[in-house]
C-alpha cells in the first residue's frame, strides 16, 4: 500500500509542481508591496524606549529588506522559467527553496519579536501559508516542517534570555504551528492527489472509449481480415456515387471479380496461406487502383469495385489491367510461392440499380460467364455493352 501511494506521489508531483510555480509567482508578487510597506511604515514610525525596543525595530527592517530582495528575485526568476520549458525537477525544487525560506524567516521574524513581545504569530502564518498554498509531497513536507520546527526550536532564545516557562509554551506551541502546517499540507496534496487521478482516470476512460469506438467504426465498416472495406461501407459509397452522378451526369461502372480456384490453396496449403495471400491480393488492388476508385471485400474471395466517372468500356480496361497484374504477381506465404488468377465481370452502373438489393446482379451473371469460358478472364454485361 505504501508503495503504490510512493508511485502515486511521484505521478502527480509534475502536475503539482507546474501549479506550484505560479503560486510561487503570484505569492512572491503579492507580497512584494506588503513588506515594502512594512518597512515604510517602520522607517517613519519612531520607536523610543530602551536598546532593545531600538534593536527589534531595526532587525525588524532589516529581516523584512531582506525578503523583499527574495521575493523580487524570486517573482522574476519563477515568471523566467513560467517562459522556459524547463523539468518538474527544477520547478519542484524552486518551491522547496521558497517554501522553506519562508518557514525559517517566520523563525527569525519570532526570534526578533521576542525582544519586545511574547508572540509566535509569524511562525504560526508562515507554516499555516506554506502547508495551504504549495502542493508539497508528504515526505518532503514532513522533513521541511520538521526542520523548521527544529530552526524554531533554537533561535526562540538567541535574542533574549526567555524564562524557563515561556520558552517552554513557546516551543510547544511551535510545535503545534508546526504539526498544524503539515496536517494542513497534507490535507491539501491528498485532495489535489485525488482531483488529479481522479480526472486521469477520466481521460484515460474517454480515450479507452475513443479507442473501443474507432475499432467498432472499423469492425462496422471494413472486412477484418484484409482491412478492406466492407459491404456495408460499399453500399453507402454508391449511395453518394448515385447523387453526384444524378448532379454531375456522368458514367460509373463496377466490376465484380472473384479469385480463380482459390479454395484449392485452402485445402492444399491451410488457411493460413490462404489469409495471407488475401491480404496481399488486397493490397496488389488497393495499389493498381485510382484514389477515386473503391474495393470491397464481399466475403470469401470476392470482390466488388466502384469506378467512379468511368464507362463500361474504361471499366473492360481497367479489369484488365488488373486481370494481367495480378496473373504476374508472385504471391509469398509461409515460404510457399503462389500464382493466382482471377475472372472479372463488369456492368455500368446506374443510380437505378439500387433499387435492387442484388444490384450486383448484371455483373454477377458476367462473371459467370467469364468462368464459363475458361476463368482469368474479364466479361462485361451483355445488356449494358450493347448500349
Not at 218 to 234: E, H, I, K, Y
Not at 301 to 316: D, K, S, V, Y
Request: charge should be positive; glycine fraction near 4%.
Amino acid at each position: 500500500m505504501l508503495k503504490g501511494r510512493r508511485i502515486e506521489n511521484i505521478g502527480i508531483s509534475k502536475e503539482c509542481a507546474a501549479l506550484n510555480m505560479k503560486r510561487v509567482c503570484y505569492t512572491s508578487l503579492a507580497a512584494i508591496p506588503v513588506h515594502i510597506f512594512i518597512i515604510l511604515q517602520f522607517i517613519f514610525t519612531k520607536t523610543g524606549g530602551s536598546v532593545s525596543r531600538l534593536m527589534w525595530h531595526n532587525s525588524i527592517i532589516l529581516a523584512h529588506s531582506s525578503l523583499l530582495l527574495f521575493m523580487i528575485i524570486a517573482f522574476f526568476l519563477t515568471y523566467w522559467m513560467s517562459k522556459k520549458r524547463n523539468s518538474h525537477k527544477a520547478a519542484s525544487a524552486i518551491t522547496y527553496v521558497f517554501s522553506a525560506a519562508l518557514l525559517f524567516a517566520g523563525a527569525v521574524i519570532v526570534a526578533i519579536d521576542q525582544l519586545v513581545l511574547t508572540s509566535i504569530t509569524p511562525f504560526l502564518l508562515v507554516c499555516i501559508i506554506v502547508g495551504s498554498l504549495y502542493y508539497i509531497r508528504p515526505p518532503l513536507a514532513l522533513i521541511l516542517f520538521v526542520l523548521a520546527y527544529t530552526a524554531f526550536y533554537f533561535l526562540v532564545k538567541t535574542t533574549v534570555a526567555l524564562p524557563d516557562v515561556f520558552l517552554l509554551n513557546h516551543r510547544a506551541n511551535g510545535l503545534s504551528a508546526a504539526g498544524l502546517g503539515f496536517v494542513i499540507s497534507l490535507l491539501f496534496w491528498r485532495a489535489n492527489a485525488t482531483n488529479i487521478n481522479q480526472r486521469n482516470h477520466i481521460k484515460v476512460q474517454q480515450e479507452a472509449l475513443e479507442k473501443a469506438n474507432k475499432a467498432l467504426e472499423q469492425l462496422a465498416f471494413s472486412d477484418s481480415l484484409t482491412g478492406l472495406p466492407n459491404r456495408r461501407f460499399f453500399d453507402e459509397a454508391l449511395q453518394r456515387e448515385a447523387a453526384a452522378m444524378a448532379r454531375k451526369g456522368h458514367a460509373s461502372s463496377l466490376i465484380l471479380l472473384d479469385l480463380d480456384y482459390f479454395k484449392n490453396i485452402n485445402d492444399t496449403y491451410g488457411h493460413y496461406v490462404g489469409d495471407t495471400a488475401l491480404k496481399q491480393v488486397s493490397q496488389l488492388f488497393k495499389a493498381s487502383l485510382r484514389t477515386t476508385d473503391l474495393i470491397c471485400r464481399l466475403g470469401g474471395e470476392e470482390f466488388l469495385l466502384l469506378l467512379p466517372e468511368t464507362n463500361i468500356t474504361g471499366a473492360l480496361a481497367a479489369a484488365e489491367k488488373l486481370r494481367k497484374q495480378l496473373e504476374r504477381h508472385v504471391f509469398e506465404a509461409d515460404g510457399i510461392s503462389i500464382r493466382i488468377t482471377a475472372s472479372f465481370g463488369v456492368m455500368k452502373f446506374t443510380p437505378e440499380v439500387l433499387n435492387n438489393p442484388n444490384y450486383f446482379t448484371p455483373a454477377d451473371n458476367a462473371l459467370y460467364r467469364a468462368k464459363l469460358n475458361g476463368r482469368n478472364r474479364v466479361e462485361a454485361d451483355l445488356s449494358e455493352s450493347s448500349e
